[in-house]
């Protein structure tokens, strides 16, 4: 089994900045990648920000420019950095892993969620 654990969510004026941060923990062989996913109510959720093993990243358009995922502890924990924060950067925040345990097979994972509130 492996826990997710979040946090770093919480209530920022617009045009402000805020940290998550994610720490994988348990039955971990290795990670393929990491992300963080945010969703709003009757909306789906949706990617926003990912990175690999190999360190490549990956952007929402909606993000690019302002939200920058890292890295840190072995690859185990994964930072989401969000600047220049918009009310409709208002959601709760998903972190993902995908990785290989120590059977070989690939398992998804989330975590519990954080939420996200930008307001005046």
């Known amino acids: 089994q492996v826990q997710l654990e979040e946090s770093g969510g919480g209530l920022v004026k617009p045009g402000g900045s805020l940290r998550l941060s994610c720490a994988a923990s348990g039955s971990i062989f290795s990670i393929n990648s990491m992300g963080w996913y945010r969703q709003t109510p009757g909306k789906e959720r949706e990617l926003i920000a990912s990175?690999?093993?190999?360190?490549?990243?990956n952007y929402a358009d909606s993000v690019k420019g302002r939200f920058t995922i890292s890295r840190e502890n072995a690859e185990t924990t994964v930072f989401l950095q969000m600047n220049r924060l918009k009310p409709e950067d208002t959601a709760v925040y998903y972190c993902?892993?995908?990785?290989?345990?120590?059977?070989?097979?690939?398992?998804?994972?989330w975590g519990q969620g954080t939420q996200l509130t930008v307001s005046s």
């Open positions: 990175i690999t093993s190999g360190g490549d990243t």
């Open positions: 993902h892993i995908n990785l290989l345990d120590y059977r070989g097979r690939t398992q998804n994972y």
